[in-house]
C-alpha cells in the first residue's frame, strides 16, 4: 500500500514591493501609537511601563536571534538591568545612568562565570552589546520625557509638558522617516542604496524620508516645542541620518544570524526590534539636540 503524499507547504504570501501585510502593519501600529498616546496625556510615568516592556521584549529576541550562532545570553541579569536602567534614568538623570549601565554589566559578566570557562567572552561581549544597543539607547526615552519632571504626584502630562512634547516630537519624525521612506521606494525606488545589507532599501526612498522628515522636524520644533525654525530642519536631518542607520545595522545584524525577522510579536511589523532600530538609533542624538538647544 503507497503512502500519500504529503500536502504541499502553503506558498508565503506575496506583499508585493511593499514587503509587508500592509492591513495589519496599520493596524498594529495604531493600537501602539494608541496606548503611547493615553499614557502621555493621563499620566505620563504610565509610558515607562511600556519603555520597560519593550526593553524586555526586545532583549528576549535578541537572545532568541543569537541563539542561532550559538551566543546565549543571560535572559535575567539583562533584563532586570534593563529595567533599572530605565527607571534610574527617568527619575535620577544621565549620571545615574551611566552608573547603573556600568553596574549592569559587571553583573552580568559575573552571573556569566557561573556557567564556566566555554564561550565566556563570546557571550560576555555579546551581552554587553545587547545592554547598549537596547537598554542604554532606549534610556534615553526616559531622559526625554523627564524633560518636564517625573510626574509623580500626578501631574506633568499631556501636551503642555516639555517632556511629553519631546517624545511625540522624537516618535513623529521617526515615523515621518519610515513614512516618507516607504511611500518613495515603493513608487520611485530603483536604485539600491546597500543591495548586499537590505535590498528592498534605495536612494529614492531616503529622498523621501529626508523631505518628510525635516518637514516634520521643523514643523515640531516650530509650532509644538515653540523652538528656532533651525533646530528643527537640523533635527530632520539627524532623524533621518540615523534613523536609516540604525535600520541598516539591525538588517546587518539579522543577515548575520541567518534570519528574516527577530520575531512575530507584532503583526505585520515582525519582531519588536523591527519597529525598534530606527528608534533606538535616533532617540540619542535627538535628546541631546533639544536637551541643549531647545529645554
Known amino acids: 500500500m503507497t503512502e500519500s503524499p504529503m500536502p504541499a507547504a502553503p506558498p508565503a504570501k506575496d506583499h508585493g514591493r511593499a514587503g509587508r501585510d500592509l492591513k495589519a502593519a496599520v493596524t498594529s501600529a495604531v493600537v501602539l501609537l494608541a496606548a503611547i498616546a493615553a499614557s502621555l496625556l493621563f499620566w505620563k510615568t504610565a509610558f515607562m511601563v511600556i519603555v520597560a516592556v519593550a526593553v524586555v521584549v526586545a532583549i528576549w529576541e535578541l537572545r532568541k ?43 552580568t559578566m559575573l552571573w556569566l562565570l557561573r556557567r564556566g570557562i566555554a564561550g565566556y567572552v563570546q557571550n560576555a561581549t555579546a551581552s554587553v552589546f545587547t545592554l547598549v544597543y537596547v537598554p542604554f539607547l532606549g534610556s534615553f526615552v526616559a531622559l526625554l520625557l523627564a524633560e518636564g519632571g517625573t510626574g509623580l504626584d500626578g501631574g506633568g ?89 540604525g ?33 533606538l538609533a535616533t532617540v540619542a542624538p535627538i535628546w541631546l539636540l533639544l536637551h541643549y538647544a531647545v529645554f
Open 247 to 279: 535600520d541598516l545595522c539591525e538588517s546587518v545584524i539579522k543577515r548575520d544570524l541567518g534570519i528574516k525577522d527577530m520575531s512575530q510579536v507584532i503583526p505585520g511589523h515582525g519582531g519588536l526590534m523591527d519597529r525598534l532600530d530606527s528608534l
Open 65 to 107: 536571534g543569537l541563539l542561532a550562532k550559538g551566543i546565549d545570553l543571560p535572559e535575567q541579569p539583562l533584563m532586570i538591568g534593563g529595567v533599572v536602567m530605565v527607571v534610574v534614568a527617568y527619575f535620577s538623570g544621565a549620571p545615574a545612568l551611566v552608573t547603573a549601565t556600568a553596574v549592569s554589566a559587571l553583573v
Open 157 to 245: 502630562s499631556g501636551l503642555d509638558d516639555p517632556g511629553v512634547q519631546g517624545i511625540i516630537t522624537f516618535i513623529l519624525v521617526t515615523i515621518a522617516s519610515d513614512i516618507g521612506g516607504y511611500v518613495a521606494g515603493v513608487l520611485f525606488g530603483k536604485h539600491p542604496m546597500a543591495p548586499v545589507i537590505s535590498p528592498k532599501k534605495s536612494w529614492e526612498g531616503f529622498a523621501g524620508s529626508l523631505v518628510f522628515t525635516v518637514a516634520a522636524g521643523w514643523a515640531l520644533v516650530t509650532y509644538l516645542l515653540d523652538g528656532d525654525w533651525w533646530v528643527g530642519i537640523a533635527l530632520g536631518i539627524i532623524a533621518v541620518v540615523m534613523a536609516t542607520l
